[in-house]
DNA sequence: ACGTTGACGTCAG
DNA sequence: TCTGACGCCAACG
């Protein structure tokens, strides 16, 4: 159980600023390709536990926020937006430029440069 | 131990 | 392209 959170939220620290990842990813890189939802509901109540886990950067599959549920739309947005993220006209980011992989850490270091 | 719930994902219409 | 339904998996009551 608590490897599966824990697994999670490593790579949720692990998404370096400006990049965002999907529920989907992050349940799979933690085990579980199918259990996206936990993702998220874990998601929920880390915000109190650890304030500066980077939630914000944790997207569904489509770009867009899930965070409406919640309440705290534009906050995220802000967030994203401050750390160089554009969303498009309908609020989506675009996964294609903005998506976190594990391998991206060697562009991080400069090679890609 | 059982049923419900949900910051998701994917397929069908 | 947009909307609705079903499936998944872990946490909660």
Redesign the pocket.
């Known amino acids: 159980?608590?490897d599966?959170?824990r697994r999670a939220l490593e790579f949720i620290c692990n998404i370096p600023e400006g990049k965002v990842a999907?529920?989907?990813?992050i349940?799979a890189m933690a085990?579980?390709?199918?259990?996206?939802?936990?993702?998220?509901?874990?998601?929920?109540?880390?915000?109190d536990s650890d304030p500066d886990l980077p939630?914000?950067r944790?997207?569904?599959?489509?770009g867009g926020?899930?965070?409406y549920?919640?309440g705290?739309g534009e906050l995220?947005r802000a967030l994203l937006e401050s750390e160089g993220i554009t969303f498009n006209d309908?609020g989506t980011v675009d996964l294609s430029r903005y998506r976190w992989q594990p391998d991206d850490e060697a562009e991080q270091l400069g090679l890609f440069n």
């Open positions: 159980m608590v599966f959170s999907t529920y989907g990813q349940a085990g579980s390709p199918r259990a996206a939802r936990q993702v998220g509901d874990l998601l929920r109540g880390v915000k939630w914000q944790v997207i569904n599959a489509q926020l899930s965070t549920k919640v705290s995220q309908d």
